[in-house]
């Protein structure tokens, strides 16, 4: 089962396609995309659930997808610290190197956006637990 994650922004979106065992993709796109990158995605990935954060800009996302993308469902997922557990993970992928690798990880700020991080936590939250609140039709 693949699941297409979401972790909304008015700007930006993180994005994440996952499964129980691997990361198939990840990646930050602008949210004026959003729509047609999950289109494109669901056939490519044979995405069978959405699953999307139910932070900022979620309302408005998970109107326009259920709009647009009728024949899979979508799940809400709590985005509580998220952004924690991203820059944590993003720091495991890229461990700093020279002077920084001294400095303790929380401390740090990542060099790019880690949306892409965030929404892989919520497609993780989401298949350990199966838990979502799925979005009524």
């Known amino acids: 089962m693949n699941i297409l994650s979401i972790d909304p922004g008015r700007e930006k979106s993180g994005v994440a396609i996952l499964n ?7 990646e930050v796109i602008e949210s004026g995309t959003l729509i047609e990158f999950c289109i494109e995605k669901i056939k490519s990935y044979q995405v069978s659930a ?3 954060g139910d932070g900022t800009s979620s309302k408005t996302t998970i109107t326009n997808l259920k709009n647009e993308i009728k024949e899979v469902p979508i799940h809400k997922v ?3 610290r ?6 944590v993970r993003y720091w495991e992928d890229n461990p700093p190197t020279g002077v920084k690798r001294f400095i303790p990880k929380g401390m740090l700020i990542p060099p790019c956006p880690i949306d892409d991080y965030a929404a892989i936590i919520l497609g993780e939250r989401y ?3 199966n838990k979502g609140e799925k979005v009524p039709k």
């Open 82 to 87: 998220t952004t924690d557990a991203a820059k």
């Open 20 to 26: 129980q065992n691997k990361i198939l993709h990840h």
């Open 127 to 129: 298949l350990e637990n």
């Open 50 to 52: 959405i699953v999307i």
């Open 78 to 80: 709590n985005e509580y």
